[in-house]
C-alpha cells in the first residue's frame, strides 16, 4: 500500500496532492505541467517534499515531521524514466545486471532470462545503449528496474518519447508487465493508454488531487 | 650531434621520475577536489578554486619560496616531518616532485573538473534509484564517464611537471643526479661556454616530450565525446 499526503513548492508553483493506494497500477493523470513527475520524484526520494509523509507498506519513507528522508538508494523503489538513461558506458548486459550488483543480490539466472523473455531483449546483450532503437532502449531500462527486484515500480510517461508504432509495440510489455504482478504507479497523460493498464487513477491538475478512483474517472474528464 | 652523455641522460631520467611521480601522487587528490568542485556547494569553495588556480597564476619563484619556508629544513612543516616522520623535502628529488605536482595542479584538476561536470546528472539519479549508494554512483557511473577527462588532466600535468623550473630550482636548487631535471640542465648549459650543442639536445627532447602529451590529450578528449554520446 501506498500513502502519499506531500506539499512541494516548485516557483510560483504549488504541487499539494495526497492519495492512498491499494491498486495493482495506480496511474497518475494530469496534462504536461500538472505536477506528476515531482510526485514520482518524491516517492522515488529523488525529490524532498516541503511538508508531508510517505510511506509504502507501512515503511516510513518521508516524514518532514520526524525529518525522516530514506534517501533513493535505500528505498527499493524501481524507476523507468521517460528518456530511459542507460548507462552509456555499459552493453545491455550490465545495464541489466548493474540493480543486482548494486545491491548484493545473489545472481539468480532463471528470473533474468524470464524478464529477458518477457521484454525480448535477449539478443541485444552485447550492444551499447547508443546502438538500440528509442522502443529496444525503453524495454531494456524496464528490465534492468524490473532486475533490481524492486518493490514498487514507478513509470514516467515510458512511451512518451515514442513514436505511434513504437507505443504499439511496447505496450503489450508493460500488460505483460501489469500481470506480473508487482505495484506500479504509471505517469501518463494519455487517457487511452491508461484506461488499458491502471487499474486505479489519481488525477492532477495544477498540482492538486481532483479526482480518484477507478479507470471510469477518466472518461469525465477532457482529455 | 645526437650522442647524449651520462648527465644528460641522468637528468633525463630524472625529470621522467619527478613528472610521473608527481602526477600519480595528485591524480587522487585531484579528482577528490575536482568531484567537490563540480559537484557540491560548500562554504568557502571560491576560496578553494582560487587556491586551486594560485600556482598558475603567482609567479613560480615565489610558489617556490612558499615551500622552501614551509618545507625547507627550517619550515614549519618541514621539521616536523623531518623530526617525527623522516620525510624531508629540501634539496631532494621528492621536493622537485612536490613542487612539480603543486605547479601542475590547476592544469590537471580543470578537465577532470570539466569532466565530471559533462556527466549527466539524471544518468547518476537513476543509478541511485536502482540500489547504488553515492560512492558506489561515483566508481560505477561517474568516474568511467569522466575517465577520458581525467586521463587528459593527467596528461597535461605531466607535461607541465616535466617542463617546470622556476619553482622547482627555488624550493631544490639545481643538482646533477639529485634535483637536477631537463629545465634545470639546459639552464645551466646555456651559462656554460661550450655548452650550445648539449643545450640543444635537450631542448629538442623536451619539445618532443612535450608535443607527444599534447597529441595524447588531444586524443583523450576526442575519446571523450565520443563515449559520453554513447557508442
Known amino acids: 500500500m501506498l500513502r502519499v499526503d506531500v506539499t512541494k513548492h516548485l516557483g ?42 510517505i510511506s509504502l507498506d507501512g515503511e516510513t519513507l518521508d516524514d518532514t515531521e520526524a525529518r525522516v528522508h530514506v534517501p533513493p538508494y535505500r528505498r527499493r523503489i524501481g524507476y523507468v524514466f521517460q528518456d530511459a538513461r542507460l548507462f552509456p558506458h555499459l552493453n545491455v548486459q550490465q545495464n541489466l545486471d548493474y540493480g543486482r550488483r548494486m545491491n548484493h543480490l545473489p545472481d539468480d539466472p532463471a528470473q533474468r532470462s524470464r524478464v529477458t523473455d518477457l ?40 512511451l512518451g518519447s515514442l513514436d505511434e508504432g513504437r507505443k504499439v509495440e511496447i505496450l503489450p510489455y508493460l500488460i505483460r508487465l501489469r500481470d506480473e504482478g508487482i505495484p506500479m504507479v504509471y505517469v501518463s497523460h494519455d487517457a487511452a493508454e491508461l484506461r488499458q493498464l491502471a487499474t486505479q487513477i489519481v488525477m492532477l491538475r495544477r498540482g492538486e488531487v481532483t479526482a480518484f478512483g477507478g479507470v471510469k474517472v477518466l472518461t469525465a474528464s477532457p482529455k | 650531434m645526437f650522442e647524449i652523455s651520462p648527465t644528460e641522460w641522468t637528468a633525463i631520467l630524472l625529470s621522467l621520475r619527478v613528472a610521473i611521480v608527481a602526477t600519480l601522487v595528485a591524480t587522487p587528490l585531484g579528482i577528490a577536489l575536482a568531484w567537490l568542485l563540480a ?101 560505477t557511473v561517474t568516474l568511467p564517464l569522466a575517465l577520458p577527462g581525467v586521463l587528459a588532466g593527467m596528461v597535461l600535468g605531466f607535461a607541465k611537471a616535466i617542463g617546470e ?67
Not at chain 1, 20 to 39: P, Q
Not at chain 2, 111 to 124: F, G, K, M, N, Q
Request: glycine letters at 10%; a positive charge.
Open chain 2, 165 to 231: 623550473f622556476g619553482a622547482t630550482i627555488t624550493f631544490v636548487s639545481n643538482i646533477p643526479g639529485e634535483t637536477q631535471t631537463i629545465s634545470s640542465a639546459i639552464y645551466s648549459l646555456i651559462q656554460t661556454p661550450d655548452g650550445d650543442l648539449a643545450a640543444g639536445r635537450l631542448v629538442i627532447i623536451s619539445i618532443v616530450i612535450a608535443m607527444s602529451a599534447l597529441v595524447a590529450s588531444e586524443w583523450f578528449a576526442r575519446r571523450a565525446t565520443r563515449r559520453l554520446h554513447g557508442n
Open chain 2, 39 to 139: 559537484r557540491r556547494d560548500f562554504w568557502g569553495k571560491s576560496m578553494l578554486d582560487a587556491l586551486v588556480h594560485l600556482p598558475l597564476v603567482l609567479p613560480p619563484v615565489v610558489t617556490g619560496y612558499l615551500l622552501l619556508l614551509a618545507l625547507g629544513r627550517r619550515g614549519f612543516l618541514g621539521a616536523w616531518l623531518a623530526d617525527h616522520l623522516g620525510i624531508v623535502f629540501a634539496f631532494r628529488w621528492t621536493g622537485a616532485a612536490l613542487a612539480c605536482g603543486v605547479m601542475s595542479f590547476p592544469l590537471l584538476v580543470r578537465p577532470i573538473r570539466l569532466s565530471i561536470e559533462a556527466v549527466d546528472r539524471r544518468l547518476e539519479q537513476a543509478a541511485g534509484t536502482l540500489g547504488a549508494a553515492p560512492w558506489q554512483v561515483f566508481l
Open chain 1, 119 to 158: 521484454l525480448d531483449i535477449g539478443h541485444l546483450m552485447d550492444r551499447r545503449p547508443g546502438k538500440l532503437s528509442g522502443g529496444e532502449r525503453q524495454r531494456v531500462a524496464l528490465g534492468r528496474a524490473l532486475l533490481s527486484k524492486p518493490r514498487l515500480l514507478l513509470l514516467d510517461e515510458p
Open chain 1, 12 to 53: 510560483e508553483f504549488t504541487l499539494s496532492a495526497a492519495f492512498t493506494s491499494e491498486g495493482r497500477v495506480t496511474g497518475l493523470f494530469g496534462a504536461s505541467g500538472a505536477g506528476k513527475t515531482s510526485l514520482i520524484n518524491m516517492i522515488a526520494g529523488l525529490l524532498k517534499p516541503d511538508r508531508g509523509i
